[in-house]
Structures are given as C-alpha cells and as structure tokens.
C-alpha cells in the first residue's frame, strides 16, 4: 500500500478487556516495528520484527503485552487485561533493512 | 539506558523568524541521530539523519547538528513558515535497526 496502515484508529476498552491492534506495512518492508505513545511524551520502543521473526521485544511494558507478524506482512498487537496506564497511540513503523522509517498514524488506545 | 531529553517543551514565533530546537542526549556512543516531525493526530515523518561522521545536514530552510561528545545536536529552522507547526522530535539508536530512543519533544508553533 502507499503507507502504513492502522486499525482500528480509535478504541475504548473498559479495565479488563483484551485489544488487538493490527498493522500492515509498506509492501516489501522487512523490518516492522511497535511504539507507544503516552500524552505529550516522545514514543517508547516496544518491538521489532524482521519478516516474521521477532527480534527485539526488551520494550514490552509486562506480560500482557504480546506481538506477532506470523507471515512476515501484517502484525497484531495483542493487549490482554487493560489497564488504564495502557491508555496510549500505538504506532507501527516499517522500513526496509536499514532504509527510512515509516510510521502509521497510530491506534489511539481508551482504557475506561 | 539512554536518555534524551529536548528543551524548550514548547516554542512559539512570529512567522518568518529563525528558531533553533535542541536536544541532548547521555551515552554519546551513538552512531547516528535522527529528527522528525509529527502533526496532531498523526504519525512520525523522517526528517533529517546525521551519521556519526558529519557535524552538519541540511535539507532546505532545516539545517541540523550533532556534537557528540557533548550529547548535543539541534535543529535550525530558518525563516519559519506557520506550515512549520508541529511536534519535532530528536531520536538516538537503541539497536541495530530503526530502533530508537526519543525525546519528549518541542512542540512549535508559528503565528501569521
């Protein structure tokens, strides 16, 4: 596609519930990666994916936090038990392999 | 871990005025950095990369160094345009790829 796609771009969950938040790259992209964004603060790193390998995921805030890109394109970024301090923008980025990154205009995430 | 830390939080101009954003950074083994701007609601878009090997890369009226061994580099905007307002944020390598640390951000704003 012509940019990195989001979805969904808006979600609210209630304390408890599971997301998933899924992200297709720019074709031909190898690499994908995952940040989040708190109010007013600069993104935080969260994981990387080179095709459907996951390479680097130090930045996954705790266990309820799980990526994956199973078949090297799409990933999803799974979410289990919101909290409210996961209340943040996700934003999936894709580059070649070491080529200019792209960012999605993020999935703003409502945890109520 | 890194840190990296951008001043002034917000900045605001008369249009057609010179500005310069900075940002510093703590482990000055880096081997690159990286500006990029971010509108509301929106995603991240490249900038400007300079290596470690150059003081100085310019791309029209943006002009941005780095200093490594003071943790320093900033961004020089000249004769600023309101299309200029957004967020700018500086990001230092956290891996090999496109992994990066980001500051908080300036968020700029340029009154007609």
């Known amino acids: 596609g012509a940019g990195v796609s989001q979805s969904p771009r808006y979600k609210v969950a209630k304390r408890g519930q599971d997301v998933a938040l899924r992200c297709d790259p720019i074709?031909?992209?190898?690499?994908l990666f995952w940040y989040q964004q708190a109010l007013g603060q600069g993104p935080e790193f969260l994981t990387y994916?080179?095709?459907?390998?996951?390479?680097?995921k130090s930045g996954l805030p705790s266990d309820r936090f799980f990526a994956e890109r199973p078949e090297g394109s799409v990933s999803t970024l799974k979410i289990q038990r919101t909290q409210q301090e996961d209340s943040a923008v996700y934003l999936c980025?894709?580059?070649?392999?070491?080529?200019?990154?792209?960012f999605g205009e993020g999935s703003w995430l409502t945890v109520v | 871990k890194q840190e990296v830390t951008q001043i002034p939080a917000a900045l605001s101009v008369p249009e057609g005025e010179n500005l310069v954003l900075n940002c510093s950074f703590t482990?000055?083994?880096?081997?690159?950095l990286q500006w990029f701007r971010q509108d509301p609601g929106k995603g991240l878009t490249s900038l400007l990369l300079?290596?470690?090997?150059?003081r100085e890369q310019t791309s029209g009226r943006l002009n941005a160094s780095l200093d490594k061994s003071s943790g320093r580099s900033t961004l020089y905007i000249a004769a600023s345009q309101p299309g200029d307002s957004a967020t700018y944020l500086c990001?230092?390598?956290?891996?090999?790829?496109?992994?990066?640390?980001f500051g908080t951000g300036t968020s700029l704003t340029v009154i007609p």
């Open positions: 990001a230092v390598p956290r891996g090999t790829g496109n992994q990066f640390y």
């Open positions: 994916f080179q095709n459907e390998a996951q390479l680097d």
């Open positions: 300079i290596q470690s090997s150059q």
């Open positions: 074709s031909g992209h190898v690499s």
């Open positions: 980025a894709s580059s070649r392999a070491r080529g200019t990154i792209y």
């Open positions: 482990d000055s083994a880096i081997y690159n």
